[in-house]
């Protein structure tokens, strides 16, 4: 029977008394004291190396090698720990994770001093007693995720003074205690991700002076009250923040912030102090316009994070004005964004990363994307073939631009033929035909305009002149010519003209005026509309000098005897104008042959109607 025989089966049954007794003098009789392998584990002395991981064991072994530095009991269904671990003082590194640890004791690593990582990952950890790690001096990394810790109590780190390293992470963890963390000066690393945290007070974080990185993502915050002059990187995401008031982030050597995936409607204001950030997400949030100068209170941001927002629809011309250091940028997945601005990336020289995938754009122009570009993803850009892609497709050819993802109407761009690039000629006659129609409409618009103008312009005359005249229009009979009249010409007596000068002329609204002398046995109305009266009035007729003869004598020239002025505006009408002349053919005292002369005055627009040489003439007014 070997030392094995004797030694396995003591481990299958635990370690009772008469177990361990048996136990210590085998390994009394085994030369230079070296202790065993547990079954189904793997040593290696010279690395001084011991795996039991996924052995099935429910406790740890008690008799390895005491000079083992590394111990892996992972998977296994350790449910306690015992002071198995005080033969151990040369340990580094002891694996724990995935047992069904379910509380840590007081003083149960105490002897292990040398003692570097320990990992108790995975196991059903709910409570952690005070002063469960004390005398881990050496101890710089621990991790305690995938457990169900619901609260870190008051000083429940103590003797962790070397500590750098901490993952929390997947647990429960609601509450800390202000004083949880109280002697963890080195820590660097916190990570306190996947818990039920709803805010993070300024009174935990505070002992951390030493802190550099805080993973404080998928929580349930809702406001953050973070000062620490060394944090240089802050992850939030996924968190329930809506908005970043001044006093939540104090953090002026924070260079990389990621708040992607919480319900943010505005990136971070000018009143956070973070002159140092160089990285920001802000990927999965509910911000809906970049405006101008967003970012211009950030001058060292060098990557820019904006991918996946439901609600993006524009990006302000001016957004990226102050951004000389940016590099890289992320719009991918930003259903709803609009085409960009084409001058977007003239303030970014140094932009040499972009990526533009998923989104609804069908064309994309060599004029937006800036000259320092070297790498650019376009996976799912849902391109159209044709010749606004030549561009695209001539960068990739000569390989002078990471191309990731290009494909038009569902062929990859480096499997297509330039042919396929070719425009359709349809599309320019269309464009032309379309310019044409454009100007056609123009023309004729301002053919009606000018027709229209002209007619409101002659409507005011044409409908005063039909005001004052009640007349369509009036008929006149001539009358025989005087003598010295010319042969075959109407005779009209002088005309009168504004404010009753004799002379004629024209009124003010173009209308011209005539006295006319007719025999009152010639026909002749005023109109031939009933409803308009006649303006004419009987009196005698002078002779002038030249003689007196009567009506179709030679010599004798019918006019209009010396009258005083009358005013224009009685009755709306020069009527009143006409005057008694006195009649040749009744001598000085009236009544020389007893024949009634007529006098019409005649009203006519000028010069659209003059008199004619016809005799009773219709002038239409």
């Known amino acids: 029977m070997g030392v094995n025989d004797v030694i396995q089966p003591a481990y299958a049954m635990g370690p009772h008394p008469w177990t361990v007794v048996v136990a210590a003098l085998v390994l009394a009789l085994l030369p230079g004291g070296e202790g065993m392998c547990p079954p189904r584990c793997s040593c290696n002395s010279a690395a001084a190396m011991v795996s039991c991981s996924g052995s099935g064991l429910s406790h740890v072994p008690h008799f390895m090698d005491p000079y083992t530095q590394r111990l892996d009991l992972s998977g296994n269904t350790i449910a306690k720990l015992e002071s198995t671990f005080s033969n151990y003082e040369e340990l580094v590194r002891v694996n724990l994770s995935s047992n069904n640890l379910h509380s840590l004791g007081r003083n149960q690593f105490s002897m292990l001093t040398q003692l570097t990582v320990l ?15 004390a005398g881990l001096h050496s101890l710089h990394t621990l991790h305690l995720r995938h457990n169900k810790l619901e609260r870190l109590g008051a000083e429940v780190f103590t003797g962790l003074v070397g500590l750098e390293t901490i993952d929390l992470s997947y ?76 006093a939540s982030l104090s953090l002026p050597s924070l260079s990389s912030l990621n708040l992607a995936y919480n319900k943010l409607v505005l990136p971070p204001s000018a ?10 997400s802000l990927s999965g949030n509910m911000i809906r316009h970049i405006g101008p100068s967003t970012f211009a209170h950030l001058p060292s941001l060098s990557s820019l994070q904006l991918a996946a927002l439901p609600r993006l629809e524009s990006v302000a011309p001016l957004a990226l004005r102050e951004l000389h250091n940016l590099s890289s940028l992320s719009l991918a997945s930003c259903r709803h964004l609009h085409p960009l601005p084409v001058d977007l990336f003239s303030t970014t020289p140094r932009l040499s ?17 800036p000259g320092s570009l070297t790498s650019l993803r376009v996976e799912g850009l849902p391109l159209a073939c044709d010749c606004s892609l030549l561009w695209l497709w001539d960068l990739q050819q000569q390989h ?13 761009l480096d499997q297509l033929q330039v042919d396929g690039l070719a425009c359709n000629q349809g599309d320019y006659l269309l464009v032309i035909a379309g310019l044409g129609g454009v100007m056609a409409v123009l023309i004729l618009a301002a053919i009606v305009g000018a027709v229209v103008k002209c ?52 009124d003010g609204e173009g209308l011209y005026y005539t006295l006319q002398p007719v025999y009152s046995s010639s026909s002749g109305s005023a109109s031939s509309d009933p409803a308009c009266t006649s303006s004419s009035y009987s009196s005698p007729v002078q002779y002038s000098q030249y003689g007196h003869q009567p009506p179709g004598q030679p010599g004798a020239v019918l006019q ?59 002038y239409y007014v």
């Open 353 to 369: 990363s972009l990526d533009l995938s998923h989104l609804r754009w069908t064309s994309l122009p060599s004029s937006l994307l």
């Open 171 to 246: 647990n429960s963890i609601s509450e800390v205690d202000p004083e949880a963390f109280l002697h963890l000066r080195r820590l660097s690393y916190l990570c306190l991700a996947k818990n039920s945290l709803t805010m993070v007070g300024p009174d935990w974080p505070a002992p951390l002076s030493s802190l550099v990185t805080l993973d404080l993502s998928q929580n349930l915050i809702k406001r953050t009250f973070l000062t620490s002059l060394t944090l240089r990187e802050l992850d939030l995401s996924d968190n329930m923040l809506s908005s970043l008031p001044p």
């Open 400 to 412: 002078r631009l990471q191309l990731v993802g290009a494909q038009c109407d569902g062929t990859p």
């Open 119 to 133: 990992d108790l990952s995975g196991n059903r950890l709910s409570k952690i007693r005070q002063g469960a790690f």
């Open 455 to 506: 007619y409101v312009a002659r409507r005011p005359l044409h409908s005063s002149a039909a005001t004052k005249l009640q007349c369509d229009y009036l008929q006149y009979s001539t009358v025989p010519p005087p003598p010295g009249s010319p042969p075959a010409k109407p005779y009209y007596s002088t005309t009168v003209g504004h404010s009753g000068l004799v002379g004629g002329g024209l």
């Open 560 to 618: 209009a005897g010396p009258a005083p002025p009358q005013p224009f505006s009685q009755h709306g009408s020069p009527l009143h104008l006409l005057h008694t002349m006195a009649d040749p053919y009744e001598g000085p005292g009236g009544g020389h042959s007893g024949t009634q002369k007529k006098r019409t005055l005649v009203k006519y627009r000028y010069p659209d109607v003059l008199p004619s040489d016809n005799a009773n003439q219709n």
């Open 271 to 280: 009143s956070l102090p973070l002159p140092s950030l160089h990285t920001l």
